[in-house]
Antibody, heavy 125, light 107 residues
Framework: EVQLLESGGTLVQPGGSLRLSCAASEFTFHSYAMTWVRQAPGKGLDWVSSTTGDSGRTYYADSVKGRFTISRDNSRNTLYLQMDSLRAEDTAIYYC??????????????????WGQGTLVTVSS | DIQMTQSPSSVSASVGDRVTITCRASQNINRWLVWYQQKPGKAPKLLIYAASSLQSGVPSRFSGSGSGTDFTLTINSLQPEDSATYYCQQAHVFPITFGQGTRLDIK
């Protein structure tokens, strides 16, 4: 069974930085695209960023572009999200999720078939 | 960006009922529509992709239909464990966008 374990969430001041990690196991990590999705307290799902299996392509929501960086270390089976210039509106549970494909070249292929349990990021002074 | 609008925002139904949730896209997304289920305090779970394809392991009482801009998620023979919030997501183009969610309560 696919295992995804996020870590790194904590309380951080506005303008600060944080790096989230997602440790993957029980599947061939480098073969699959990965995604970060967040959920503000009591709110809906909000796509943040995605990367292909080889990091060849990355995608970002406009709300985080230029502030967040998605990356992966396939040798460590780990996905990362570097978050800089954090704002109060970035407060959310951050989930990492696996896609069932290496990339998104096939039309309409984006979906998340396995999710971690999430890590809470709180941006507040 | 493609806007996804779900209706209703919440619904209450009894065990054994059939429930239908609607999702409308602001532009044509062909059949590239995904449905998730999320229970309180849990991560979302993939139910349906490509509008009508059932994810492995999901009970057959869940079904999806639609194309273009209008889509539906139908739950037949409602069970107590179906109490959750349901989200649609367009998979047509980046940026990926979700509907606002529909909360389903079991009476």
């Amino acid at each position: 069974e696919v295992q995804l374990l996020e870590s790194g969430g904590t309380l951080v001041q506005p303008g600060g930085s944080l790096r989230l990690s997602c440790a993957a196991s029980e599947f061939t990590f480098h073969s699959y695209a990965m995604t970060w999705v967040r959920q503000a307290p009591g709110k809906g799902l909000d796509w943040v960023s995605s990367t292909t299996g080889d990091s060849g392509r990355t995608y970002y929501a406009d709300s985080v572009k230029g502030r967040f960086t998605i990356s992966r270390d396939n040798s460590r089976n780990t996905l990362y999200l570097q978050m800089d210039s954090l704002r109060a509106e970035d407060t959310a549970i951050y989930y990492c999720a696996k896609s069932p494909s290496f990339n998104y070249d096939q039309w309409g292929s984006f979906r998340c078939d396995s999710w971690g349990q999430g890590t809470l990021v709180t941006v507040s002074s | 960006d493609i806007q996804m609008t779900q209706s209703p925002s919440s619904v209450s139904a009894s065990v054994g009922d059939r429930v239908t949730i609607t999702c409308r896209a602001s532009q044509n997304i062909n059949r590239w529509l995904v449905w998730y289920q999320q229970k309180p305090g849990k991560a979302p779970k993939l139910l349906i992709y490509a509008a009508s394809s059932l994810q492995s392991g999901v009970p057959s009482r869940f079904s999806g239909s639609g194309s273009g801009t209008d889509f539906t998620l139908t739950i037949n023979s409602l069970q107590p464990e179906d109490s959750a919030t349901y989200y649609c997501q367009q998979a047509h183009v980046f940026p990926i966008t979700f509907g606002q969610g529909t909360r389903l309560d079991i009476k």
